[in-house]
């Protein structure tokens, strides 16, 4: 049975987002200075004696490391859309995780019930799935969908700042009897911030590589499940297969656009859709009708290794909310048409946008 909780005080606002934008901006301009002067000055003085294996190792990691630091920046960590404010903050829905209780925390921003290990960033004023950190050296949240990308751009970092330090001290070396140049400042002026954050990125390579292997996420601190176990941890081998192999799933923002139109008042709010990233619970037979009375659906049990690999928390749960309607996938084209050919529907029904 649902129980009853008092109301949180209002959310305050979101902070301003021109500043750290200009952050990760100034970051990525900041990586190709430095490695426009890498390879105008050091780089290419060994290439014109003849050793073009510096220059080829450390371009194609440069070209690694520019790719992973752009996607990471326009990634989607894995947005759960936001819900309706008619949906009820003064219910407490429970799932079951591996014989561990959660208890759904109701989000004020987005207006639904928030599933575990989800959480609102205030940075990006979202809530996002399977939630890591919010990473303010490109101003974007790691979560479910591009954590990958963030295990990748650190390898590639540690990589591609370890190079560059070796190229530049070789060049040094190589140069030792020659009179001092611009060459050798820049080579210089190059290696010291590379050595300055190999071993921070390093350190936070073998981190995140420990917090993979036991599932756990750096959101949560110090914080210790209180049965002794982490209901997440599927073991080390399969936890870095979901979370670096596994397919991602679609985009809840993509297939739940269309439940974002106008609804007239009217119309009974649906108040067991607690979570709105599960359009395929918008049957035609499960929409009520003006005047017809409602019978909310109990939450089912959500057990582990029913759902798709790497599919995520919600995706888990949406799964169980499908499972407790009888449905078996995203309505087709045809259950769309009906239902927005229901009575009450405006015929001008407005889709939301991202």
């Not at 019978?295 to 919600?314: D, I, L, N």
Request: with cysteine; net charge positive; glycine share 6%.
């Amino acid at each position: 049975m649902p129980l009853l909780k008092e109301p949180h005080p209002s959310p305050q606002a979101p902070l301003p987002w021109i500043l750290p934008s200009l952050f990760a901006a100034f970051n990525v301009m900041l990586l190709v200075v430095f490695s426009g002067l890498f390879f105008a000055f050091p780089c290419r003085w060994l290439a014109q004696n003849g050793e073009w294996a510096f220059s080829i190792v450390t371009g194609l990691l440069f070209v690694l490391t520019f790719f992973s630091l752009i996607s990471l920046n326009f990634s989607d960590p894995g947005i759960l859309h936001q819900g309706s404010k008619e949906q009820g903050p003064m219910m407490v829905h429970v799932v079951w995780v591996n014989h561990r209780a959660f208890r759904l925390q109701w989000c004020q921003r987005c207006c639904f019930h928030r599933p575990p290990r989800t959480y609102h960033c205030p940075w990006c004023n979202i809530c996002v799935e399977d939630f890591d950190h919010h990473c303010k050296w490109v101003n974007n949240c790691i979560g479910h969908r591009n954590f990958r990308l963030f295990m990748l751009l650190v390898l590639s970092l540690c990589l591609y700042s370890g190079a560059v330090l070796v190229t530049c001290l070789i060049f040094l070396l190589r140069t030792t009897h020659l009179p001092f140049s611009i060459d050798r400042v820049v080579a210089i002026l190059v290696a010291v911030p590379a050595a300055g954050f190999l071993l921070p990125l390093f350190l936070l390579l073998l981190i995140q590589a420990k917090s993979v292997s036991a599932a756990e996420r750096s959101y949560e601190g110090k914080c210790r499940y209180l049965q002794g176990y982490n209901p997440f941890d599927h073991g080390c081998a399969s936890n870095w297969y979901l979370t670096i192999c596994a397919p991602l799933g679609p985009k809840y923002l993509a297939e739940a656009v269309w439940l974002q139109r106008m609804v007239e008042p009217e119309w009974v709010p649906m108040q067991d859709l607690h979570l709105p990233m599960c359009p395929s619970s918008l049957s035609p037979s499960a929409l009520p009708r003006p005047g017809s009375a409602y019978h909310p659906q109990p939450v089912a049990r959500y057990k582990p290794g029913k759902g798709p690999p790497g599919s995520g928390e919600a995706a888990a749960l949406q799964e169980v909310l499908l499972a407790s309607r009888g449905e078996e996938g995203w309505p087709s084209r045809e259950e769309r048409r009906a239902i927005q050919a229901l009575p009450g529907l405006p015929a001008t029904a407005a889709r939301g946008s991202l």
